[in-house]
């Protein structure tokens, strides 16, 4: 009987540890693909805007060295692995969950907002608090403003919300409660069209519906800074569903 138990255990261990090592598999896969397209598209995009500067006008001195730019700027993002394996305990004490996970990272600036330590950390050139946060859609052109854009959905400070772009106050009872070294938590819910932001610290959390009319998947992250010594770090948590 003992031992029929320990049998037992051992295959559903075993069977397990097979599950999970396939799941992590599956999503280091799809990262993979993920990220092959991303470079696809931006070669893409490079051999566009190459060919309309060559029909417009032609190329100088000053546009070889911007386009050497771009081209060495691509030869390093597709050099370097932003995937990693992350080791979560699970409810066995004994058995360790593996996560395939993608080192999320600021993509682009706008204004006088510098991106540091491994594109991780965005700090405001003289000082920095994160007044304003919102969704955008992803082929939505950087502004410095981009709380403005009609496809902007989010919070900021002074008890501000952003739906399209338009501000209204104390929506669904937000107060921008913020202090020195908060973690927010940001979940978008592409499922039910909408994002949600909690503060550890308060416990406060808050909700707002998307139109995807207005503000069409993919969705991009925009942070807009303007307090003097204001740093923001970021750090993924993708959460799977379970079919």
Avoid at 106 to 122: D, Y
Avoid at 154 to 173: D, I, L
Avoid at 206 to 211: K, L, R, T
Avoid at 220 to 230: D, V
Wanted: overall charge neutral.
């Amino acid at each position: 009987m003992l031992s029929d138990k320990i049998n037992t255990w051992k295959l559903k261990s075993i069977q397990k540890i097979q599950e999970d090592a396939e799941e992590a598999r599956q999503q280091v896969q799809t990262l993979i693909a993920l990220n092959n397209g991303k470079t696809t598209s931006c070669v893409h995009k490079i051999t566009q805007e190459l060919k309309q500067d060559r029909q417009n006008h032609g190329f100088d001195e000053r546009d070889l060295n911007k386009w050497k730019k771009k081209l060495d700027e691509l030869k390093l993002n597709v050099s370097k692995s932003d995937l990693y394996i992350d080791e979560q305990q699970s409810e066995n004490d004994f058995i360790t969950n593996l996560l395939a996970k993608e080192k999320e990272s600021f993509e682009r600036v706008c204004g006088p907002v510098s991106i540091k330590e491994n594109v991780q950390l965005a700090s405001h050139n003289f000082n920095i608090f994160p007044i304003s946060g919102e969704f955008v859609a992803e082929d939505n052109i950087i502004l410095e403003n981009s709380y403005q854009s009609n496809s902007s959905y989010g919070w900021a400070g002074h008890n501000e919300v952003y739906t399209n772009g338009k501000c209204s106050k104390k929506v669904n009872g937000y107060t921008s409660d913020y202090s020195k070294g908060d973690v927010i938590e940001l979940t978008l819910d592409c499922d039910h069209h909408l994002i949600r932001m909690t503060n550890i610290r308060s416990t406060k959390s808050y909700e707002i519906n998307v139109d995807l009319k207005g503000c069409p998947f993919p969705w991009m992250l925009h942070l807009n800074l303007f307090h003097h010594q204001t740093r923001i770090r970021v750090n993924l948590l993708r959460v799977s569903r379970k079919q």
